[in-house]
Every structure is written in structure tokens, then in C-alpha cells.
């Protein structure tokens, strides 16, 4: 039991982490950016080739490498994030939201079959690889390196929650999300922050990619497809739109996950997972932070 | 002495050039109050092939409190979305503080200093009043990324100067309510008076107030004709769309009309009321038998 909730929490702050790029890019300009999965491949892939550069110093400092790599590659997607929204969507701005929404299909697809001419179809084999001895707490199997992953994505969580609710760029964001035409009006160069909405959301992508390739020590080229559903479902599940409500979604569905792959079998998760997400959106669609429904696509 | 009285005596008698005129006193524009601020100069707006605005010019100066009126439909609203940047002019220009507005984004002449209210209170629903109001410092407020995620002392002193200016400008616009309140939860008059102080908050010198006494009530009304007195005592010129004559007439130092798009008079409040076509844009033209 412990062991579940355990792990359910442990997956769920990856799903978090990309959710909130979802559910913050949803929030701020109502689009639905399915590139953004691909974004933490390409994280994981930027991950790949900086610790590739460095393999000499691994082994005794691993875990300060990581974390270094871990901050550059955050760096990398946050600026690819900007660059996707100035050349696919900024131009189609005040276009119909379904020719925007191909759009993001269509860049997903660039991404994927991008780093597939570079790197190929083939799986790679992360350098890096966070293994460590279990602790045992309360019946549950626990290894150092989830700690690590789990208070790292704590972190940047806390750290995005006091930006967005406590700083002056936050309450941009937040009153572009309300109503765009005011906020231009109170002074707010709407462009700019919505650049760096991308960024923040981009970057936190890339955080989770490089992280789960260094716990699952695989990856390749289609590794976002999955994941980018799946924090679609948990934005959807806390409440799209809303930050806390990617949190939370996160790690909901990580724990619906853990729990409903115990009872079903492992071989049911997905299909458990996105049966979640056809309920929530039947049933609450608002999710469970979420309020209006008068805007949703 | 004797020189001086003549000399006034002649000044005077220059002025009175037409003996007759009974409404010489309104006859001469008022003098300017202050800087030419704002200068809208034969403004066309069109969408498709409807003329919202057709052929529109007045000028605002520092301090002065101008009205414009006219009947729904007539584009009042169009030219303000024009003058703040949102539509563009098909024709004609918009000079504000001697520069042209006609292609600068709206962030940008928010931050030369025009601020604007909206007919529709469009405050931003789930933030609180204090956050409303401190939204509009966006542009002014310094504060980088590192300074916010660490909460170092710069943050914390640019968040409480940010706080205090905004709980002065709730203070002077009669905000009488919690700060802490989301807005939705304020009854409609005091919405207004947030969305004011909102706009006074991004530090405007010129600012347009679109139909600010609609919804309020009488005692309400007479509190905003007091607070746009004080408004412009700042030296703040202000623009006004409005329909309640009551309270143009006696706010307002001059009246622009327009009826379809057209303007069809520009003048002192008791020109604008003896106008023969105002009084016809308004009440239908009176047959001649």
C-alpha cells in the first residue's frame, strides 16, 4: 500500500511537471500545445548528448553533474519553447484556435522526426544511470536517487508557485490569462510574457525529460507521445488553466496509475489512464481545481 | 492711472466687437488649460463597409475634462478603441503628447500615458482588488526574475512600495471596501471605482472613462462627478463617454457629438444644448408643416 502511493507520487511529479507547461500555456492563450510533450524528449535528448561530452567526470560526481546538465538542458527547451511560440504560433495568433491547435500537431511532429534523423529510430542508452540501494520506509521501497528527483521537482514547483502568484511578471500572467485587451491597456507587454509562459513551461518540461531519462535510463525519439497525453490528462484532471491544478493532476494520475496497474495488471495502465480522462471529461470537466466551462475547447 | 484705465477700457472695447451678440461669454473658446495633450484629427474608422467613426477631430489638454456624446450606434466607442490603440484608423491621425498613435501597440501608449476605463467593467475576476490595482504598475515596477524566486530585500521593497502606492490610489478613488476581496465579490459601484483606480495606477496623463456613470445610482453618481473633479485637479485631462446628460452637462468644459459616426457639433455645454442638430440627432427632426 505504501509501496503504491509511493510510486504513484513518484510518477506523478513527472506528469506534474509537464502539466504545468500545458495547463500554463492553456491558461494564458487557450491553446492545447501537443508539441509540448515532445519538448521533454527533446530535454531528455539534450540531456543525453551534454552528459555524453562529460562522461569522464561521472561516476563519484554524478549527482552535481546532473544537476548541472539537469540546469542547461532547462535552459536549452526553455529557449526552444520561445522560438516554437515566435515561429509557429505567434503568427497565427488571431486565427481560429483549430488552425493553431494543427499547428502544434504539426510541430510535434518536426520535433519527433527531427531528433529522429539526428539520433535515429533506435533506442539510447542514457549515460547516466540513478540506481542506488533501497531504503525501506513503512513497507516501501524507496531509492536515493527518487528522493533526490522527487525534492528537485518539489523544488522547482515551489519556486514556479511564487513566481506566478507573488511576483509582478506572475500577475501579468495571470491578468493576461483573465482578460488579454486590459491587460495591454494596464501597460503589459503581452508578447513578452507570454514568451516566457513558453519559457517557464518549456524548461520544466525539459527538467522532467532529463530526469526520467536518468531514472529510466532509456530514451528515444517518441518518448513524448505518451507523456504528452498524459499530462494533458492530468491538466485536465486538476483543472486546466490552472497551476495548482497541474500539480495536483499530476499527481492524481500518478496515483490512479499506481493503484488501478495493482489491481488491473501493468499491461492496463494506459488504457487506465486515458479511461480516467474520458470520465473526467464526461463527468467533471472542469476538473478538480478548475471552475469556468464557458471556454473550453 | 489714468493711462491704464484707458488702456483696459480699449482692451475691452476691442473685445466686445459685436454689439449684440448676447452669448459672448461662450462665443470665445475657453482658454487652454494646459499642454495639448491629446489631438484626434479627422479620425475614420471602418469595418468593412460600415463608417463606425467618419471624419472625427478634437483636442484634449492637461486638466480639462472633455465629453463626448451621442445617440447607441454612433461610434463613441469605436474611436476610443481607436484612440487606445486597438483599431486602427482607416483615415486620419491620432497625435498624443506631439506623437502618432496610429501604429504603436497599446502597451506602449499605456506607458506614454493614456490609461482608459472600459463600458463593461473588465477588471480581472479572480485576482484580488490590491492586485487589480497593482497589475497596472506592471511597466513601472523593477523587479528581476532572481530577485522574485529568492525573495531577496530589493523584492520585498519594490512589493511594498507597489502595495502602498496601490492602497493609495484605492484611498482616492473613495475605495471603502477589503483589498483582499476578489472583485467579483464587490457590489457594481464599487467595481467601478476599483477599475478606476486601477487606470489612475498606471500613472496616466490623459485618461478616457467610458460611460463610468452607467448602473450607478444617484448618490453614486455625485461621487463620481466628485471624483472626476479630483482626477482632474491632478492635471490628468480626461475624455468622457457618457449618456447621462445630467451628469455631462455639468462635468464636462466642452462636448464633442457625434451621431452615425459623424460629428456633428463640438461646444460648450449650453452651445451643444441650444444645438439644432443635437436636439434633432436626439429627438428626430421636427416636421415642418
Redesign the interface.
Known amino acids: 500500500m505504501t509501496q503504491l502511493i509511493w510510486n504513484g507520487l513518484f510518477v506523478g511529479s513527472f506528469y506534474a511537471l509537464v502539466a504545468i507547461g500545458y495547463s500554463m500555456v492553456y491558461g494564458i492563450i487557450k491553446l492545447l500545445n501537443f508539441a509540448h510533450g515532445d519538448v521533454y524528449m527533446l530535454g531528455s535528448f539534450t540531456g543525453f548528448l551534454l552528459l555524453g561530452s562529460v562522461s569522464g567526470l561521472l561516476g563519484t560526481w554524478s549527482l552535481p553533474v546532473l544537476l548541472l546538465v539537469l540546469l542547461l538542458s532547462m535552459l536549452f527547451t526553455g529557449t526552444i519553447g520561445v522560438i516554437i511560440e515566435k515561429v509557429a504560433y505567434r503568427p497565427l495568433r488571431s486565427s481560429p484556435r483549430l488552425a493553431v491547435l494543427i499547428t502544434a500537431v504539426g510541430m510535434s511532429f518536426v520535433l519527433e522526426y527531427g531528433i529522429r534523423q539526428i539520433f535515429g529510430p533506435s533506442p539510447r542508452v542514457f549515460p547516466v544511470r540513478l540506481a542506488g540501494d533501497p531504503i525501506f520506509f513503512l513497507d516501501a521501497r524507496i531509492t536515493l536517487p527518487q528522493i533526490v528527483l522527487m525534492v528537485i521537482a518539489a523544488a522547482l514547483m515551489y ?1 514556479l508557485q ?2 506566478v502568484m ?7 500572467m ?2 493576461i490569462a ?2 488579454t ?10 508578447n513578452k510574457v507570454i514568451s516566457r509562459t513558453f519559457f517557464i513551461g518549456s524548461a520544466l518540461a525539459g527538467a522532467a525529460g532529463v530526469m526520467a531519462g536518468a531514472y529510466y535510463g532509456s530514451i528515444d525519439f517518441l518518448m513524448g507521445f505518451i507523456i504528452g497525453l498524459k499530462a494533458f490528462t492530468a491538466a485536465v484532471i486538476g483543472g486546466i488553466g490552472n497551476l495548482y491544478g497541474a500539480m495536483l493532476g499530476g499527481l492524481v494520475l500518478g496515483l490512479l496509475e499506481s493503484f488501478g496497474t495493482n489491481w488491473l495488471g501493468g499491461q492496463w495502465r494506459d488504457v487506465f489512464a486515458f479511461a480516467c480522462l474520458i470520465a473526467f471529461l464526461s463527468f467533471k470537466p472542469t476538473g478538480l481545481l478548475g471552475e469556468r466551462v464557458s471556454e473550453r475547447m | 492711472m489714468s493711462e491704464k484705465t484707458e488702456e483696459s477700457e480699449k482692451t475691452e472695447g476691442r473685445q466686445v466687437a459685436l454689439p449684440g451678440s448676447t452669448d459672448a461669454p461662450t462665443a470665445v473658446p475657453l482658454p487652454p488649460k494646459g499642454d495639448l495633450l491629446l489631438s484626434v484629427k479627422d479620425m475614420h474608422v471602418q469595418f468593412g463597409g460600415v463608417k463606425a467613426v467618419d471624419g472625427l477631430s478634437f483636442d484634449v489638454h492637461e486638466g480639462e475634462i472633455i465629453s463626448v456624446i451621442g445617440p447607441n450606434g454612433a461610434g463613441k466607442t469605436s474611436a476610443f478603441n481607436c484612440i ?3 483599431y486602427r484608423p482607416s483615415k486620419g491621425s491620432v497625435l498624443f503628447a506631439g506623437r502618432n498613435l496610429t501604429r504603436m ?3 506602449n501608449i ?2 506614454l500615458g493614456m ?2 476605463t ?1 463600458q463593461n467593467v ?6 484580488s482588488v490590491l ?1 487589480n490595482v ?8 523593477k ?1 528581476n ?1 532572481l530577485d ?2 529568492l ?1 531577496t530585500p530589493r ?1 520585498h521593497r ?2 511594498r512600495q ?1 502595495t502602498l502606492d496601490a492602497q493609495g490610489w484605492l484611498d482616492f478613488v473613495g475605495f471603502g471596501g477589503d483589498e483582499e476581496h476578489l472583485v467579483t465579490q464587490l457590489p457594481y459601484g464599487e467595481q467601478r471605482r476599483v477599475e478606476i483606480a ?1 487606470a489612475l495606477a ?1 500613472k496616466p496623463r490623459l485618461l478616457l472613462l467610458d460611460e463610468p456613470g452607467a448602473g450607478l445610482n444617484h448618490s453614486e453618481k455625485q461621487a463620481l462627478i466628485a471624483l472626476i473633479r479630483k482626477i482632474r485637479e491632478l492635471g490628468v485631462g480626461i475624455v468622457l463617454i457618457e449618456h447621462d446628460m445630467g451628469l455631462v452637462m455639468e462635468v464636462s468644459e466642452r462636448i464633442v457629438v457625434l451621431n452615425y459616426g459623424k460629428e456633428i457639433a463640438d461646444g460648450t455645454p449650453h452651445q451643444i444644448k441650444n444645438d439644432p442638430k443635437v436636439i434633432e440627432a436626439y429627438l428626430g427632426a421636427e416636421d415642418d408643416d
Do not use: I, W
Open positions: 519556486f511564487r513566481y507573488k511576483s509582478r511578471e506572475g500577475r501579468a495571470r491578468s483573465l482578460d485587451q486590459a491587460s495591454l491597456l494596464m501597460g503589459v507587454n503581452v | 487606445t490603440g486597438f501597440r497599446p502597451s499605456t506607458k490609461a482608459r472600459f473588465r477588471l480581472f475576476k479572480d485576482m492586485e497593482k497589475t497596472a504598475m506592471h511597466s513601472r515596477l523587479e526574475v522574485t524566486l525573495h523584492y519594490a512589493e507597489c486601477r498606471t
